[in-house]
């Protein structure tokens, strides 16, 4: 908002010409988010807690300890991150772009989807919320919305193609499959991050560092002076979509200050959904998809290992993993629930690092 009204004066006025800048935007926005979040964060908690009298329902076949540790917690604190993303999006993007308005629908449609389903699961209280099914095709939905704005938006053989990391020439035509394509890569990257959401702090840094990485790539892609030095496929307009990810690093680290071990509040699917979502989105849309598996590579982790643990177990009765997703496996063997977290954090890193040398690799 604020571009749309004073870059049009940059010219009588000098300081207004910083808003020219996606450099500057984002680097205000990711302030704007993190102030947005530490002076609403006290007052979302209270309100959380007046209405959740019991906090997030446990899951009794969990870890023993989650029962006595996490109970009385409040869910729901993806409305906080939510409100302190948007909220900064809106005011420091160019708000004609339309790669913004298509990632902001997915997130915004994932978090009210995750809203819903944490609803249920206080209502019921238990850890079961919309059914499966139901939340599958709705993520679907959304997921394709999206996928064909992004398509029309980037026109062009590549607004339909698949592009591949270290090979510089190769894309790979899907045509009218692309949405369906991209719609997969929303909703796996949503439910990646939403099984990871289980001890404090562990899925919002990833998701930070995931942020960072494709704020980078989105800046770059979106500069065709960068995009032709490094070989990238350039995407006229992407680059606004820095702005955004700037803002979810902010409102993410916002988060973290109150769900930091140990949590005054959880995300719930309000915030996981969300977050996954708008990362599937900002990779189709800067047509990384690939490399957001090896920077998102601790979400697809903990996604094999809920796969492989119920395969073998329909298979065979028996479990590979003491309990799905992964890092319930480490409690159950006794490591300390910050062990984990930082180990998993330490992960996350090297993974972003190995998916940032593919901006090189050429």
């Given at each position: 908002?604020?571009?749309n009204?004073f870059?049009?004066?940059a010219?009588q006025?000098?300081?207004?010409?910083?808003?020219?800048?996606?450099?500057?935007?984002?680097?205000?926005?990711?302030?704007?988010?993190l102030?947005v979040?530490?002076?609403?964060g006290?007052?979302v908690?209270?309100?959380?807690?007046?209405?959740?009298?019991?906090?997030?329902?446990?899951?009794?076949?969990?870890?023993?300890?989650?029962?006595?540790?996490?109970?009385?917690?409040?869910?729901?604190?993806g409305?906080?991150?939510?409100?302190?993303?948007?909220?900064?999006?809106?005011?420091?993007?160019?708000?004609?772009?339309?790669?913004?308005?298509?990632?902001?629908?997915?997130?915004?449609?994932?978090?009210?989807?995750?809203?819903?389903?944490?609803?249920?699961?206080?209502?019921?209280?238990?850890h079961?919320?919309?059914?499966?099914?139901?939340?599958?095709?709705?993520?679907?939905?959304?997921?394709?919305?999206?996928?064909?704005?992004?398509?029309?938006?980037t026109r062009?053989?590549?607004?339909t193609?698949?592009?591949?990391?270290?090979?510089?020439?190769v894309?790979?035509?899907?045509?009218?499959f692309?949405?369906?394509?991209g719609?997969?890569v929303m909703?796996?990257?949503?439910?990646a991050?939403?099984?990871?959401?289980?001890?404090?702090?562990?899925?919002?840094?990833p998701?930070?560092?995931?942020?960072?990485?494709?704020a980078?790539?989105?800046?770059?892609v979106?500069?065709?002076?960068f995009?032709?030095?490094?070989?990238?496929?350039?995407?006229?307009?992407?680059?606004?979509?820095?702005?955004?990810?700037?803002?979810?690093?902010?409102?993410?680290?916002?988060?973290?200050?109150?769900?930091?071990p140990?949590?005054k509040?959880?995300?719930?699917?309000?915030?996981s959904?969300?977050?996954?979502?708008?990362?599937?989105a900002?990779?189709?849309?800067?047509?990384?998809e690939?490399?957001?598996?090896i920077?998102g590579?601790?979400?697809?982790?903990?996604?094999?290992?809920?796969?492989?643990?119920?395969?073998?177990?329909?298979?065979?009765?028996?479990r590979v993993f003491l309990?799905?997703?992964?890092?319930?496996?480490?409690?159950?063997?006794?490591?300390?629930?910050?062990?984990?977290?930082i180990?998993?954090?330490?992960?996350s890193?090297?993974?972003?690092?190995?998916?940032?040398?593919?901006?090189?690799?050429?």
């Amino acid at each position: 908002m604020l571009y749309n009204l004073f870059r049009p004066l940059a010219d009588q006025f000098f300081l207004f010409n910083l808003f020219r800048y996606i450099t500057f935007r984002s680097g205000a926005a990711c302030l704007t988010a993190l102030l947005v979040s530490f002076l609403l964060g006290p007052m979302v908690i209270r309100w959380l807690k007046s209405v959740q009298r019991q906090g997030q329902p446990i899951r009794l076949d969990g870890p023993e300890r989650h029962i006595i540790e996490k109970k009385g917690t409040p869910t729901m604190g993806g409305v906080l991150i939510l409100f302190a993303l948007t909220a900064s999006t809106l005011l420091w993007t160019d708000l004609r772009n339309l790669y913004v308005w298509a990632v902001l629908f997915v997130t915004l449609g994932y978090g009210a989807l995750g809203f819903a389903d944490d609803y249920m699961k206080l209502a019921k209280r238990n850890h079961r919320g919309v059914s499966g099914r139901t939340k599958l095709i709705a993520q679907a939905v959304i997921g394709l919305i999206a996928s064909v704005a992004i398509a029309y938006t980037t026109r062009g053989p590549l607004g339909t193609s698949l592009s591949i990391p270290v090979f510089k020439e190769v894309l790979i035509p899907l045509g009218v499959f692309f949405p369906v394509f991209g719609m997969l890569v929303m909703l796996g990257a949503s439910n990646a991050v939403n099984l990871t959401d289980g001890l404090d702090g562990l899925a919002i840094v990833p998701t930070i560092i995931a942020a960072g990485v494709f704020a980078l790539i989105a800046y770059l892609v979106g500069n065709r002076i960068f995009a032709d030095y490094l070989q990238l496929n350039p995407v006229p307009g992407v680059g606004e979509l820095c702005v955004f990810l700037s803002a979810l690093v902010g409102a993410g680290l916002g988060f973290l200050w109150y769900n930091a071990p140990p949590a005054k509040v959880f995300m719930g699917d309000t915030g996981s959904l969300a977050l996954g979502g708008a990362l599937g989105a900002v990779a189709v849309a800067t047509k990384h998809e690939i490399v957001l598996l090896i920077v998102g590579g601790l979400f697809v982790l903990e996604t094999v290992s809920v796969i492989i643990q119920v395969f073998w177990y329909k298979r065979t009765g028996r479990r590979v993993f003491l309990m799905a997703p992964l890092h319930h496996h480490f409690e159950k063997k006794g490591w300390a629930e910050p062990t984990i977290v930082i180990r998993f954090w330490i992960i996350s890193m090297i993974l972003a690092l190995a998916g940032l040398a593919t901006l090189k690799i050429r």
